[in-house]
């Protein structure tokens, strides 16, 4: 097992490397995908921000709720995803600053910033919609509309998920991806009756259901835990999980000094008024 971690910091760094710095994500980063300087990741009042000082700070409002410690400690800092789930601070391509040090299986996984202000990621990914990925502009503008459904959850009409021209919600009893630029429906789950809703349940099945009938299933689950199904920027919608790691800011059990990580060069956790 000693042979396998750095084995993995040796390849990793290559597959960030060949990416473009960009990252979609206005409050969900993907696997791959990094956060550069000056970037964030928002939800309603709350942030997590990139910053230029090489900082990883969350922040309620203008205040900061928490920081990875890695102020000062190098140029052109970024952060990053890894396929094993594991989210990363790094500064010249590779040397890791800070690390969330939960890793598990290699597949794609999400960091989410949810509506409460805390951060988890989930994976890996259990289920896609069959559509093919539209392919679209980048821009990076902020998106105010909802676009993640947690499990336990209902999406039931007239409520929509919806990121940018891409939406889904039901049109009668049939849930549609749809592009609202030109009505043109991408996927759907063609399923009939009065009054339907979709579900995602604790273990990561995704349902439409009436009353209490299953219509229709992804078919797809796995352990209990919480899962997220993002409707992506490209028009697919995903589900990831269960939950691998989360920072709750209400939570002080989450931020353990760093004689206790089992990861070696993990940057100092601390809260920012201690
Ligand atoms: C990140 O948020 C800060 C504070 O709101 C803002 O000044 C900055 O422009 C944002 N960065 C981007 C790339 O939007
Ligand atoms: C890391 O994973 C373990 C085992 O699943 C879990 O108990 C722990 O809460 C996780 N840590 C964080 C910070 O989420």
């Known amino acids: 097992m000693a042979i396998l971690i750095p084995f993995a910091l040796l390849i990793l760094p290559a597959i960030f490397g060949l990416l473009p710095p960009h990252a979609t994500a206005d409050h969900v980063l993907y696997t791959g995908e990094v956060l550069m300087a000056g970037q ?3 939800n309603g009042q709350y942030r997590l921000a990139m910053q230029s000082n090489c900082d990883l ?3 309620e409002g ?3 709720t928490w920081t990875a ?3 000062g400690k190098g140029n052109d800092c970024y952060l990053g995803l890894k396929h094993n789930g594991e989210l990363v601070v790094r500064r010249n391509v590779h040397y890791t600053l800070w690390s969330s040090s939960n890793k598990s299986k290699k597949g794609k996984y999400a960091l989410v910033l949810d509506g409460h202000g805390k951060l988890g990621i989930y994976g890996q990914r259990r289920w896609a919609s069959s559509n093919q990925k539209e392919t679209g502009v980048l821009d990076r503008s902020v998106v105010s509309t909802e676009y993640v459904l947690y499990s336990g959850e209902r999406l039931a009409p007239p409520k929509k998920l919806k ?3 891409y939406e889904l919600g039901f049109k009668k009893c049939n849930l549609v991806i749809s592009d609202s630029r030109t009505g043109k429906v991408l996927w759907q789950t063609s399923t009939e009756a009065n009054s339907c809703y979709a579900q995602l349940e604790a273990d990561g099945e995704l349902t439409v259901k009436h009353r209490n009938n299953r219509l229709w299933s992804s078919n797809k689950k796995s352990e209990n835990g919480p899962y997220v199904a993002v409707l992506r920027f490209d028009g697919r919608l ?3 999980g269960p939950l691998i ?3 709750d800011r209400k939570d002080d059990s989450l931020f353990p000094d760093a004689s206790s990580s089992s990861f070696p060069r993990t940057g100092d ?3 920012p008024n201690e």
């Open 62 to 64: 203008e205040t900061p």
């Open 69 to 71: 410690s890695t102020a």
């Open 269 to 271: 956790f601390m809260a």
């Open 163 to 165: 990121y940018k021209h």
């Open 238 to 240: 995903n589900v990831y």
């Open 40 to 42: 964030n990741l928002t």
């Open 245 to 247: 790691w989360s920072l």
């Open 57 to 59: 700070v969350l922040y």
